[in-house]
Nanobody, 129 residues
Framework: QVHLRESGGGSVQAGGSLRLSCRIS???????????MGWFRQAPGQEREYLAG???????HYADSVKGRFTISQESDQNTLYLQMTSLEPEDTAMYYC????????????????????WGQGTQVTVSS
């Protein structure tokens, strides 16, 4: 059974940085060579927002809202996903989720939550001014 578990959230002041991690278990990246992973967030009362995606080959994609501030990466074993966030703003306050799609052979990665097969429980990020 596939599980995704996020960590690394917390409270930070505006201008600060955080690195989120997502540990993936029960999934073999070497088997699903066209899989991709990504990060979404959801603030209270708002829709889920796509942030970034990465495929098994390491090709990345970013939403315009975070381009230049957030960096998505993965471990070489592709079982851990990261989101490095810098220059955080109060508007970045949200629950952050990692997601996994088992087959997406095209670029860019999907930006719709419903295109992903698995997701974690989320980790809260709070940015104060």
């Amino acid at each position: 059974q596939v599980h995704l578990r996020e960590s690394g959230g917390g409270s930070v002041q505006a201008g600060g940085s955080l690195r989120l991690s997502c540990r993936i278990s029960g999934f073999s990246g070497s088997t699903y060579i066209n899989s991709c992973m990504g990060w979404f967030r959801q603030a209270p009362g708002q829709e889920r927002e796509y942030l970034a995606g990465i495929n098994r080959h390491g090709t990345t994609h970013y939403a315009d809202s975070v381009k230049g501030r957030f960096t998505i990466s993965q471990e070489s074993d592709q079982n851990t996903l990261y989101l490095q966030m810098t220059s955080l703003e109060p508007e970045d306050t949200a629950m952050y989720y990692c997601v996994l799609n088992r087959y997406w052979p095209i670029y860019p990665p999907p930006s719709s939550w419903s295109d992903y097969h698995w997701w974690g429980q989320g980790t809260q990020v709070t940015v104060s001014s």
